[in-house]
T-cell receptor, first 114, second 111 residues
């Protein structure tokens, strides 16, 4: 069965500092990987996705993520965080897109210090 | 930019009552999904729907749940006899191919 692990429940970063959120997945075939962001009281917004090809993918709001098959990881990064980045971040894996549901990690709560 | 919409934003119901949560997916999308998120927990897949039938469902999606696409635009989740543990945020999503776009959610509170 597929699974996603986000080892950090909370991360605190100073505004302007760099950010890396960790995500490890378990899946038997080629994974389709996603990062979503959820602001308080809001739905899930897709930040970026990886299907194939270049292992470094760019997303919205200045985020990027790198797929490392050997480490089964898909870590999210941002070079300089803004206060508005404070939110809950979810990594998710899907089997083949289409009708398959996504499996989400438990999320990482990002706190931005002024 | 097209988006998934959900109504109502908040639904309060008594245990044992039936509720219908409504979603309007993005118009040219073919796949539709329901997920739920119990407070403080991760988002969990419930069911996917394609070509007017259920494509995949999780073990959470038991006989008390049903989904329907009653017309060309709406996608509904019915919970037949609500239990306290059904209290959660329910998200609808839709996709054209690989990317799933989520609605803002309906918070269901069962008392």
């Amino acid at each position: 069965a597929q699974s996603v692990t986000q080892p950090d429940i909370h991360i605190t970063v100073s505004e302007g500092a760099s950010l890396e959120l960790r995500c490890n997945y378990s899946y038997g075939a080629t994974p389709y990987l996603f990062w979503y962001v959820q602001s308080p009281g809001q739905g899930l917004q897709l930040l970026l996705k990886y299907f194939s090809g270049d292992t470094l993918v760019q997303g919205i709001k200045g985020f990027e993520a790198e797929f490392k098959r050997s480490q089964s990881s898909f870590n999210l990064r941002k070079p300089s965080v803004h206060w508005s980045d404070a939110a809950e971040y979810f990594c998710a894996v899907g089997a083949r897109g289409g009708a398959d549901g996504l499996t989400f990690g438990k999320g990482t709560h990002l706190i931005i210090q002024p | 930019e097209p988006e998934v919409t959900q109504t109502p934003s908040h639904q309060v119901t008594q245990m044992g009552q039936e509720v219908i949560l409504r979603c309007v997916p993005i118009s040219n999308h073919l796949y539709f999904y329901w997920y739920r998120q119990i407070l403080g927990q991760k988002v969990e897949f419930l069911v996917s729907f394609y070509n007017n039938e259920i494509s995949e469902k999780s073990e959470i999606f038991d006989d008390q749940f049903s989904v329907e696409r009653p017309d060309g635009s709406n996608f509904t989740l019915k919970i037949r006899s609500t239990k306290l543990e059904d209290s959660a945020m329910y998200f609808c999503a839709s996709s054209g191919t690989w990317e799933q776009y989520f609605g803002p959610g309906t918070r269901l509170t069962v008392t």
